[in-house]
């Protein structure tokens, strides 16, 4: 079930993203940047909520609003048994399948490699956290200390946030999530003109206006989560790049072409100084992942005029949605198989008893026709002659299964036999039957 639920929710996860790859040429010319991010937010959002889960209570109301349409549209056959992965439970014994056993083993060892990743770069963060704490100095120049304020109430944000200058700080960054800090070099506060000063406080205090350290956190737990999915790893990247763009568009909001320049000197500035191990760093800030590819598309982005077409982005966003949302409701449910009489449970035409019955099985593989006739059957049966004509015969074809615990299966099929090759053709599963001790 785990297993299932993981794998639906990282399928459904990667088509949006591959929807968006797709997309992104027209998104890039036509979508704002809150729409792209939107739609990363959407494919984390798959990533990490187990959405197949709902689909049975979005059934259950299809149902209950809909009840003359449902008979004729949303009606579901029911469901086959299958005993791949099936667990047997029978007064405080429980006995598991062979298949179980190797699915908790995938499980606990996709929860390890996920704690060794997400600790990997919690404990790498915290020790750029402590190197900026070490160099700490509170900002003596007031006028900054009024610039920082002044930007704080313009774009509206209530939190209380930490403004301090470190010695080892290269560039602007922001970190925490519910206490944030704006770490600024210490040099800035000498150096700093302050035009520049304000382009660069102001694209910190909206990565915390839009919570951007939360989602970068999300992300990262995407990729701990999916480390098996290459997309996890592009979902993170693109989050970091695309959360950057939408700050630098924030930022030149109402500039001209003279500071959208002054900008994007100011961004290769600050990408120059950058440290260089910071891939996976939980800070933001105006250099975050300032390698060369994505400082290109940054600045690119600030250059590039739009002609936003709303109702197409609304649209496309339907259609991206759809489409993880329908990959989520493929997922079916394990079926549960409720206690009838004694020691016997059934769910639909399928009977599995848990003692042992006394049922003769003279062959592994037999055939028995509506007179009782007993025919061996071999595997050489199983293959239809094609230069026989075919006369055949109703009865039920039997096959016994014997288990690594010791029990047994005996699987019956509604069949026919040819009277002419033998030929066994095999139709669909009638009953089965499970026994803990093999009695046969």
Same mark, same amino acid.
């Given at each position: 079930?785990?297993?299932?639920?993981?794998?639906?929710?990282?399928?459904?996860?990667?088509?949006?993203?591959?929807?968006?790859?797709?997309?992104?040429?027209?998104?890039? %010319?036509?979508?704002?940047?809150?729409?792209?991010?939107?739609?990363?937010?959407?494919?984390?959002?798959?990533?990490?909520?187990?959405?197949?889960?709902?689909?049975?209570?979005?059934?259950?109301?299809?149902?209950?609003?809909?009840?003359?349409?449902?008979?004729?549209?949303?009606?579901? /056959?029911? !469901?086959?048994?299958?005993? $791949?992965?099936?667990?047997?439970?029978?007064?405080?014994?429980?006995?598991?399948?062979?298949?179980?056993?190797?699915?908790?083993?995938?499980?606990?060892?996709?929860?390890?490699?996920?704690?060794?990743?997400?600790?990997?770069?919690?404990?790498?963060?915290?020790?750029?956290? /402590?190197?900026?704490?070490?160099?700490? +100095?509170?900002?003596?120049?007031?006028?900054?200390?009024?610039?920082?304020? @002044?930007?704080?109430?313009?774009? +509206?944000?209530?939190?209380?946030?930490?403004?301090?200058?470190?010695?080892?700080?290269?560039?602007?960054?922001?970190?925490?999530?519910?206490?944030? $800090?704006?770490?600024?070099? #210490?040099?800035?506060?000498?150096?700093?003109? /302050?035009?520049?000063?304000?382009?660069?406080?102001?694209?910190?205090?909206?990565?915390?206006? %839009?919570?951007?350290?939360?989602?970068?956190?999300?992300?990262?737990?995407?990729?701990?989560?999916?480390?098996?999915?290459?997309?996890?790893?592009?979902?993170?990247?693109?989050?970091?790049?695309?959360?950057?763009?939408?700050?630098?568009?924030?930022?030149?909001?109402?500039?001209?072409?003279?500071? %959208?320049?002054?900008?994007?000197?100011?961004?290769?500035?600050? #990408?120059?100084?950058?440290?260089?191990? +910071?891939?996976?760093?939980?800070?933001?800030?105006?250099?975050?992942?300032?390698?060369?590819?994505?400082?290109?598309?940054?600045?690119?982005?600030?250059?590039?005029?739009?002609?936003?077409?709303?109702?197409?982005?609304?649209?496309?966003?339907?259609?991206?949605?759809?489409?993880?949302?329908?990959?989520?409701?493929?997922?079916?449910?394990?079926?549960?198989?409720?206690?009838?009489?004694?020691?016997?449970?059934?769910?639909?035409?399928?009977?599995?008893?848990?003692?042992?019955?006394?049922?003769?099985?003279?062959?592994?593989?037999?055939?028995?026709?509506? #007179?009782?006739?007993?025919?061996?059957?071999?595997?050489?049966?199983?293959? @239809?002659?094609?230069?026989? !004509?075919?006369?055949?015969?109703?009865?039920?074809?039997?096959?016994?299964?014997? +288990? !690594?615990?010791?029990?047994?299966?005996?699987?019956?099929?509604?069949?026919?036999?040819?009277?002419?090759?033998?030929?066994?053709?095999?139709?669909?599963?009638?009953?089965?039957?499970?026994?803990?001790?093999?009695?046969?």
């Amino acid at each position: 079930m785990f297993r299932n639920i993981l794998f639906m929710m990282s399928l459904s996860g990667s088509v949006i993203m591959i929807l968006y790859v797709l997309f992104y040429p027209l998104a890039q %010319r036509y979508f704002p940047l809150i729409w792209r991010y939107r739609i990363l937010k959407i494919a984390m959002f798959f990533y990490l909520i187990p959405v197949a889960e709902c689909k049975y209570y979005v059934l259950k109301l299809l149902k209950a609003l809909f009840p003359a349409l449902w008979d004729k549209i949303f009606a579901m /056959k029911p !469901s086959s048994f299958d005993l $791949t992965y099936s667990i047997y439970i029978e007064n405080g014994l429980i006995q598991l399948s062979p298949n179980i056993y190797m699915m908790f083993f995938m499980i606990v060892l996709c929860m390890l490699i996920s704690s060794v990743i997400y600790s990997r770069f919690f404990v790498q963060n915290q020790k750029f956290k /402590k190197l900026y704490i070490v160099g700490e +100095n509170k900002i003596e120049n007031t006028e900054l200390q009024e610039i920082f304020l @002044e930007i704080q109430k313009e774009l +509206n944000i209530k939190k209380q946030i930490r403004f301090i200058c470190s010695e080892y700080c290269r560039s602007p960054v922001t970190s925490g999530v519910i206490f944030p $800090t704006v770490w600024f070099p #210490a040099y800035y506060e000498r150096e700093m003109d /302050k035009k520049a000063f304000r382009y660069m406080i102001k694209h910190e205090l909206l990565h915390i206006k %839009r919570n951007d350290i939360l989602v970068k956190y999300l992300g990262l737990l995407v990729v701990a989560i999916h480390w098996f999915n290459p997309l996890s790893y592009f979902l993170y990247h693109e989050l970091s790049a695309i959360g950057e763009m939408y700050c630098d568009n924030g930022v030149l909001q109402d500039k001209g072409e003279v500071g %959208r320049r002054e900008y994007g000197e100011l961004l290769i500035q600050a #990408a120059s100084r950058k440290a260089p191990d +910071n891939s996976y760093s939980l800070f933001v800030g105006i250099a975050d992942k300032g390698h060369q590819r994505t400082m290109k598309r940054r600045i690119m982005e600030m250059r590039n005029i739009r002609k936003n077409k709303m109702i197409f982005s609304i649209v496309s966003m339907i259609i991206i949605c759809m489409a993880g949302g329908l990959t989520a409701f493929a997922y079916e449910a394990p079926n549960i198989v409720t206690s009838q009489k004694d020691n016997t449970f059934s769910f639909d035409d399928i009977i599995i008893v848990g003692d042992t019955v006394n049922e003769s099985m003279p062959y592994d593989q037999y055939f028995i026709d509506d #007179a009782g006739e007993i025919c061996e059957i071999k595997e050489s049966n199983l293959s @239809e002659r094609a230069t026989c !004509s075919h006369e055949y015969i109703n009865g039920i074809y039997k096959k016994h299964t014997k +288990n !690594s615990s010791g029990g047994c299966t005996v699987i019956e099929y509604d069949a026919q036999i040819c009277a002419l090759c033998g030929f066994v053709k095999v139709g669909d599963e009638k009953n089965i039957h499970i026994y803990k001790e093999c009695p046969h």
